[in-house]
């Protein structure tokens, strides 16, 4: 049994799922003729009660082009410094846009609309134009954190009275709406830009989606060409996407659940350091100075578990809908065994 939680885009579809894929009815997309695309892209932006929606084969293409829709180059973005869009799209904002990153030290992957306020540049010749405010729900680095709705509007206070444009990177919003109890609908009330993703957590093998006010959204094909993101029958792929959103949206729960569980038996391990809050799907904790994080990734890879290092000895785990309950059962069994020894390191 291997069990594989380095992420949730880990995951293969379903038997149900692939069966929904064979049976689309597919056209061109670049003619716009794809039946099953443009009901996806309906039903989202319906969700989000946005006007337009457009579907994208990865999460950092959409994201970056929400990014060149609302900046040009020289501009400035504010984001926080565990950003998605700063740290894992290989300084897209830069080589696609032109644009460069004004980061926030915020706590867990969130900031304040204080802090934005002292991030916004002079109206001066020699700064960069702060043009666009970027954040991200839940935050990946902050260990799926989950923000305060109230801050965001806060946030967005602040977007409106500075003329700015307000983005979120919703990968993992799903689960947030989850935890929070909150609706498609509010997010799309306060975001310009909303992209949310089909592959992590809700099983798709690719997908994601950009939604926005319609005047900004009106170049967001255009951009999806430049970027080599147009694609053809891919009714195959939005089939997929239809049937998560009807079957793998509520489930979510378990996988929060059993990260939840993952935590507590880890912070109970002598040779854990911390174990950072958990509120979704993924958990961050830390080992102790004296092991070796790259024993212990090797260990438990040894046992057919696999998880990833983040550096300076922290690591993460994501609970996902493939984790069975037997492979829980399995890797918590594994942690409550597990000893360290000053003679090396046994699981």
């Not at 255009?222 to 053809?232: A, E, P, S, Y």
Request: with cysteine; aromatic share 8%.
């Amino acid at each position: 049994m291997t069990i594989d939680l380095r992420s949730d885009t880990v995951t293969k579809p379903s038997k149900a799922m692939l069966d929904a894929m064979m049976q689309a009815k597919v056209g061109d997309d670049v003619f716009r003729e794809d039946e099953t695309v443009n009901q996806l892209e309906t039903r989202v932006a319906k969700m989000f009660g946005k006007p337009s929606a457009l579907f994208f084969p990865s999460g950092t293409m959409a994201n970056q082009t929400a990014i060149k829709l609302h900046t040009s180059p020289g501009d400035q973005i504010i984001c926080d410094k565990f950003a998605h869009i700063y740290n894992y799209e290989s300084g897209g904002a830069s080589f696609n846009s032109g644009v460069s990153c004004k980061l926030i030290e915020g706590h867990r992957g969130m900031f304040t609309a204080e802090q934005v306020i002292e991030a916004i540049n002079p109206d001066a010749y020699y700064y960069s134009p702060t043009r666009l405010v970027e954040i991200e729900n839940t935050a990946n680095r902050g260990g799926g954190s989950c923000w305060d709705f109230n801050d965001i509007l806060k946030i967005r206070k602040v977007c409106g009275d500075n003329s700015l444009g307000f983005h979120l990177d919703g990968a993992r919003l799903w689960n947030a709406l989850v935890v929070k109890n909150e609706t498609p609908k509010q997010y799309g009330e306060v975001f310009d830009t909303i992209s949310i993703c089909l592959s992590k957590g809700l099983g798709c093998p690719v997908g994601s989606l950009l939604v926005g006010d319609e005047a900004i959204m009106k170049n967001a094909i255009r951009i999806r060409k430049v970027f080599g993101g147009n694609m053809r029958q891919a009714g195959f792929l939005a089939a997929a996407g239809l049937y998560a959103l009807d079957n793998n949206i509520e489930r979510l729960a378990e996988d929060h659940k059993k990260a939840k569980e993952i935590g507590e038996a880890l912070a109970k391990l002598a040779i854990i350091k911390a174990v950072e809050p958990i509120e979704t799907n993924i958990v961050i904790f830390e080992l102790n100075n004296d092991v070796n994080e790259k024993a212990f990734i090797q260990k438990l890879k040894d046992k057919n578990i696999h998880i990833i290092g983040m550096g300076t000895n922290k690591l993460r785990i994501v609970t996902h809908l493939d984790y069975s309950d037997a492979m829980h059962e399995k890797f918590l069994g594994i942690l409550k065994k597990s000893q360290f020894k000053s003679n090396g390191l046994k699981i």
